[in-house]
């Protein structure tokens, strides 16, 4: 069964520390894995986006890594800031036509001065 | 702001009403999608249609319709609703159907049944 399992479920830290997000997978054929963003009371938005071949991919302070062999992503967000309050989403594609998506639940980051 | 807009953003509706949910994107594509998204769950596609076609029903409630009249806007018609149907309902759009394409989100339409 495809399914994508995040840890914590939810993280509180102090601002301008830094923190990391874990993501395992069971998904096949995998096609890529992307991190999304969800803040409160918004849809989602993308962060990052990696195929099988990438290990590391960064955007700003958002640095998600990927695993294909142990089927585990993660996302390390440094100097965090107050607007990272969010849910964070892991997604994995699955391989074919119809790009069927597989959600994690997600981690919920509360940032505090 | 990710182009894609939804209407109504709050809704609150007995079991025994009928609304709709509007979405439309500003980005040009060609596939759009309902997601319903509840608490500590992770999202559920609910319909995907490419091109106005509707190519995915992942055996949602016929009280549940979706419409798409033309690639810019997607409608969901709700008609007595549950209860446990109360949920953040969530459009995407995405320029075509395939695992490589990113789906931009709109905002949702917070959803209470009561």
């Known amino acids: 069964k495809n399914q994508v399992e995040q840890s914590p479920q939810s993280l509180i830290i102090l601002e301008g520390k830094n923190c990391t997000l874990q993501c395992n997978y069971t998904v096949s054929p995998f096609s890529n894995l992307r991190w999304y963003k969800q803040d409160t009371g918004r849809g989602p938005v993308s962060l990052t986006i990696m195929t099988f071949s990438e290990n590391t991919k960064s955007n700003g302070r958002y640095t998600a890594t990927l695993d294909a062999d142990t089927k585990q992503s993660s996302l390390h967000i440094t100097a965090s800031q107050l607007s990272d309050s969010a849910s964070y989403i892991c997604?994995?594609?699955?391989?074919?036509?119809?790009?069927?998506?597989?959600f994690g639940k997600g981690t919920k980051l509360s940032v505090k001065p | 702001e990710t182009g894609v807009t939804q209407t109504p953003r709050h809704l609150v509706m007995g079991m025994t009403n009928k609304k709709s949910l509007k979405c439309e994107q500003h980005l040009g594509h060609n596939a759009m999608y309902w997601y319903k998204q509840s608490a500590k769950k992770p999202l559920e596609l609910m319909f995907v249609y490419s091109l106005e076609e509707r190519v995915e029903n992942n055996s949602v409630p016929s009280r549940f319709s979706p419409e798409c009249p033309n690639s810019s806007h997607l409608f969901l018609h709700l008609h007595t609703l549950q209860p446990e149907d109360s949920a953040l309902y969530l459009c995407?759009?995405?320029?075509?159907?395939?695992?490589?394409?990113?789906?931009?989100f709109g905002p949702g339409t917070r959803l209470l049944v009561l």
């Open positions: 997604v994995v594609s699955v391989g074919g036509s119809q790009g069927n998506l597989i």
């Open positions: 995407a759009s995405s320029l075509q159907i395939g695992a490589g394409e990113t789906q931009y």
